[in-house]
């Protein structure tokens, strides 16, 4: 199982949320650079990186800072936030990204999402993420009206290479990942799928392991917190 040490990237910063709140939002002293640079080092092989600044403005804000890492340190990358139009699918793919993922555009266009997957194959990741079964969009302040896995089934054969699934009631507040509503997206997605939100101790992690159709798991504020070590959770990574 892969696991993808995260960064949230806001004003050139490492920052994390408490269910995507920008009102409460903590700043950590390593740059993004010099946190992916700790992550290479503990010997992870993949990153999960989200642009916060680019969630609020769609535009690639922090560009330059995902080209640093991707040259610096041979991490494989997922990239999302704001990510709205092919322009900007191909900017992070002409950087080197493994995958970019499509959230709020792919749940408010599908066509968006079919026509993305085949211009760009093998590189797109879905990220669907509910709340209370229901998908949210804009940086998780409007509810889409539409259940997680209907919509799944609608776009479920549009070639999707990956798919994040994270519940924003569990995210950033270390109280273990929604393990239940994670398994429905497993069992009838046609692509792996990645946890997120929540987790909170290397317990979640090997729980993981054990699952169906999962091909990873995102860990953010538990590393910045101290709750986990970067050397237990790296003998997890396979």
């Not at 900007?88 to 026509?115: R, T």
């Not at 990220?127 to 229901?134: E, H, Q, R, V």
């Not at 050397?231 to 396979?238: C, F, I, M, Q, R």
């Amino acid at each position: 199982m892969k696991i993808f040490p995260a960064i949230d990237i806001k004003d050139k910063k490492c920052i994390r949320l408490i269910k995507g709140d920008f009102e409460k939002k903590t700043e950590y002293e390593l740059s993004p650079v010099d946190q992916a640079d700790k992550y290479k080092s503990h010997g992870f092989k993949n990153l999960h990186i989200v642009d916060l600044d680019g969630a609020l403005t769609g535009e690639t804000v922090n560009l330059n800072i995902v080209q640093e890492i991707v040259k610096k340190f041979d991490l494989k990358i997922e990239i999302g936030g704001g990510v709205r139009n092919f322009e900007s699918i191909q900017k992070y793919v002409d950087v080197g990204v493994e995958k970019v993922i499509l959230g709020s555009a792919a749940v408010k266009d599908k066509n968006f999402l079919k026509k993305a997957c085949k211009k760009f194959q093998n590189k797109i990741a879905l990220g669907l993420d509910a709340k209370d079964g229901y998908l949210s969009v804009s940086g998780w302040k409007e509810s889409s009206n539409q259940l997680t896995l209907d919509y799944l089934k609608e776009v479920n054969d549009y070639g999707v290479s990956r798919l994040i699934y994270t519940d924003i009631n569990r995210d950033g507040m270390k109280q273990s990942p929604n393990f239940e509503e994670t398994l429905k997206v497993a069992e009838i997605s046609n692509c792996p799928v990645i946890i997120s939100g929540g987790v909170s101790s290397i317990d979640d992690i090997k729980k993981a392991k054990n699952l169906k159709n999962i091909e990873g798991i995102i860990v953010g504020k538990a590393i910045y917190d101290g709750d986990i070590k970067l050397e237990e959770l790296v003998k997890e990574d396979a």
